[in-house]
């Protein structure tokens, strides 16, 4: 994808203060989140309990974070840590692997089929 349609991308894409780590389902104010704006885009599945959740900014970079799953009986906590913050499109395959390309793609063209729908 090159840098004009990841740049129409950001145009729709609903940007907030997301977690890094805390309890997702029970999230509180005093939960630390990501100093930047940026939008969740999906997640690569590495283990049972052990993910790699990427996250798009307005400036069309990405964070990737590695997450670690702690199911409990009646919660789920996850605890998430910074890869890589501000990677640029073509090196995202070096954290995600090629073979994880397509979830990432299939949601960024979500975001511009979303900002094509609007004209």
Same mark, same amino acid.
């Given at each position: 994808?090159?840098?004009?349609?990841?740049?129409?991308? $950001?145009?729709?894409?609903?940007?907030? &203060?997301?977690?890094? *780590?805390? +309890? @997702?389902?029970?999230?509180?104010?005093? #939960?630390?989140?990501?100093?930047?704006?940026?939008?969740?885009?999906?997640?690569?599945?590495?283990?049972?309990?052990?993910?790699?959740?990427?996250?798009?900014?307005?400036?069309?970079?990405?964070? $990737?974070?590695?997450?670690?799953?702690? &199911?409990?009986?009646? *919660?789920? +906590? @996850?605890?998430?840590?910074?890869?890589? #913050?501000?990677?640029?499109?073509?090196?995202?395959?070096?954290?995600?692997?090629?073979?994880?390309?397509?979830?990432?793609?299939?949601?960024?063209?979500?975001?511009?089929?979303?900002?094509?729908?609007?004209?």
């Amino acid at each position: 994808m090159d840098e004009r349609t990841l740049r129409r991308v $950001v145009m729709n894409t609903p940007f907030s &203060y997301p977690l890094v *780590e805390g +309890n @997702v389902l029970n999230t509180r104010v005093t #939960d630390p989140r990501l100093k930047t704006k940026c939008c969740y885009l999906t997640v690569v599945t590495l283990s049972e309990d052990c993910a790699k959740e990427i996250f798009i900014k307005p400036d069309a970079s990405f964070i $990737v974070t590695q997450a670690k799953y702690q &199911y409990g009986t009646f *919660e789920l +906590n @996850v605890a998430r840590e910074i890869e890589g #913050d501000s990677v640029d499109y073509k090196d995202l395959e070096k954290y995600v692997g090629k073979e994880h390309m397509e979830l990432i793609d299939n949601r960024l063209y979500f975001y511009l089929h979303k900002s094509l729908s609007k004209f």
